[in-house]
């Protein structure tokens, strides 16, 4: 399992966690699932859920940065970044 695959997976369970998760999405969450799209988050919900993440992944989400994500993968490269040492 790669980091990035990791990150997915740690990323589902909190979309698991979440009340306001659709049924259906149980099992099927991947590196491609639209946040928007198939989470069918309220503005309210997606809030919860970033800072979910934030906290999870110990990190802080620019908020110039969430117009970039637009799936579970990309919301996973976004964290696994923030972890990587700069390159000088």
């Given at each position: ?31 491609e ?7 069918a ?48």
């Open positions: 399992m790669t980091e990035r695959d990791d990150a997915v997976r740690r990323i589902d369970g909190i979309i698991q966690s979440l009340d306001s998760t659709p049924p259906g999405l149980a099992g099927t969450v991947t590196a699932t639209s946040v928007l799209g198939d989470l988050l309220d503005s309210v919900a997606t809030m919860d859920f970033i800072m979910a993440v934030e906290t999870e992944f110990d990190v802080v989400i620019p908020i110039d940065r969430m117009s970039d994500i637009s799936t579970v993968g990309d919301l996973a490269d976004a964290v696994l970044a923030m972890h990587a040492p700069a390159v000088a």
